[in-house]
């Protein structure tokens, strides 16, 4: 890989990218809380389940990359969203979808979305904005795109947080959270949807510690995302693939592909290109209304508990 020990090389990508900007847990936490209506310091605390040196710490790395604007006229500093992180709605919208998908918690299920536009109670949906249809990960192939390159990353990263740490349930989407609030996890799922199989082709890709590796395999395994089956006897090696709950995770990815490719692009272009089997384009997902049929935008969503 990289023969100075305090980076290694990955192949270019933008959902790698995307997790070095905001694929840290409690990151994802906060964002998850500001755009629900939670954004000052003190509810967030109680929100998020963060120390009060892990928020500061992340509330001054989300302004720094300019997902999270202050406002500091009133009593309290109020923080809020931004043209960079309003864009990750329809990520929120997927991670919403898995959850209740997969999980079932009290304060999910009583949630009701309503779409201001048609007027009715609807469900996300991803679908093609060429084609229609409904987005599978199994209709997707991927090729290397204009901006396909190495990245250097560091093998230590700042924002780092214990992958068994357990989130705040009152999180809407706290499973989803706790699993990919991690960058090797959520890496590993990404891979996977690459095609990566065995331990080997994954460690290739993201060069970490073996026993790292192992272990987050493991608890993709533990937690149904993965499924294992011994390819060979002596020794044993197993090779992973993506259950239906892993591979309803897709839409999750794609939208975070997007916000990677629009915000954490070099100028020569998209890293990867995403094509549509079904009719033959370049992936336009459309994250939709199920009842009209329109693209989503949150100022035409509403909540009802
Ligand atoms: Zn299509
Ligand atoms: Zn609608």
């Known amino acids: 890989m990289n023969s100075d020990s305090n980076s290694f090389g990955t192949r270019a990508s933008s959902i790698n990218r995307a997790l070095d ?14 755009f629900w ?27 720094s990359i300019d997902c999270l604007r202050k406002e500091t006229s009133g009593r309290h500093p109020v923080y809020h969203l931004t043209k960079k992180s309003i864009e990750l709605y329809h990520n929120g919208l997927m991670a919403m979808v898995w959850e209740r998908t997969h ?4 304060d999910l299920d009583k949630v009701e979305l309503v779409h201001d536009r048609c007027g009715k109670p609807f469900w996300p949906v991803m679908q093609c904005g060429r084609c229609d249809k409904t987005v599978d990960s199994r209709d997707i192939s991927f090729k290397p795109g204009p901006g396909a390159a190495v990245d250097q990353r560091a093998t230590k990263t700042r924002r780092r947080s214990p992958a068994a740490t357990r989130s705040s349930s009152k999180a809407l989407y706290h499973n989803l959270i706790d699993l990919l609030g991690d960058r090797w996890t959520a890496n590993l799922v990404a891979l996977a949807f690459h095609g990566l199989k065995r331990f080997d082709e994954f460690h290739r890709e993201l060069p970490v510690a073996t026993n790292i590796l192992a272990d987050r395999l493991k608890r993709l395994v533990n937690e149904g995302v993965l499924s294992q089956q011994p390819y060979q006897r002596s020794p044993l090696r197993y090779e992973y693939q993506l259950t239906d709950k892993g591979r ?32 033959g384009n370049t992936l336009q997902a459309q994250v939709r209304c199920d009842q009209c049929s329109e693209v989503l935008i949150a100022t035409e969503v509403h909540f009802h508990l």
């Open 21 to 34: 900007q905001i694929g840290d847990k409690w990151c994802l936490l906060i964002l998850q809380e500001v």
């Open 103 to 106: 999980f079932s918690s009290p």
């Open 37 to 63: 209506g939670v954004n000052t310091f003190s509810q967030m605390l109680a929100g998020t389940g963060a120390s009060k040196g892990v928020l500061t710490d992340r509330l001054n790395w989300l302004q």
């Open 248 to 279: 309803d995770l897709f839409p999750y990815f794609v939208t975070l592909l997007s916000w990677g490719n629009k915000y954490c692009s070099t100028d020569a272009g998209d890293p990867m290109l995403l094509t549509h089997s079904c009719c």
